[in-house]
């Protein structure tokens, strides 16, 4: 079967529903196939979403925290020891401090899961470029996945409706050969 790079399976496209629809698999089957696999296909969409949103949320993070290790890193740099950054942190929602900042050459990093780790400053903007370079190409990895799900739950609706209308027109016919054959 035929997969996306990611590993999401390429929904087949209908030409011929008589293909597809035989004694052994008759139309309640395929149609309920068909439903499966699209409801498989929507439940994937609904986790791409929710990562996307999380990358999304995420991103401003990783960049504000990089923006100010490559500022603290730029201080570091003027080889002034004597000089202090003044600034202003957030206690609060509401409420905001002065604080005055020695270039000490290490900042702490939140890592999550309640985790703080103290790195030195280069270190540090090491890796935020390399967090924001990952989260950038899972970003666009994820929207590209969304792209493909939505063209596979189109397909299948489409194959959907292709084998429902062959039924009624197949219904149809039968319908008109019983009343055919009862009026002869």
Known sequence: METNPRG???APFVENVEDHVTEQEPVEIVLRKFQEAMAKYKFMEINMLQRKRNL??????IRKTLEMVQFLQSQANEDDESKEVETLYE???TLY??????????VCLWLGANVMLEYPVDEAAELLSSKLEG??????NTEE?????RDQITTMEVNTARVYNWDVKQRRLANAKAQEAGEN
Do not use: H, V
Request: glycine residues 4%; proline residues 9%; without cysteine.
């Open 97 to 106: 401090a002065t604080a005055k900042i020695k270039p000490t050459g290490s």
């Open 56 to 61: 999304d949320a995420k991103l401003p993070d």
């Open 8 to 10: 999401i399976p390429k």
């Open 135 to 140: 989260a950038l190409k899972t970003l666009k």
């Open 91 to 93: 206690l609060n929602d």
């Open 145 to 149: 996945d969304l792209t493909y799900l």
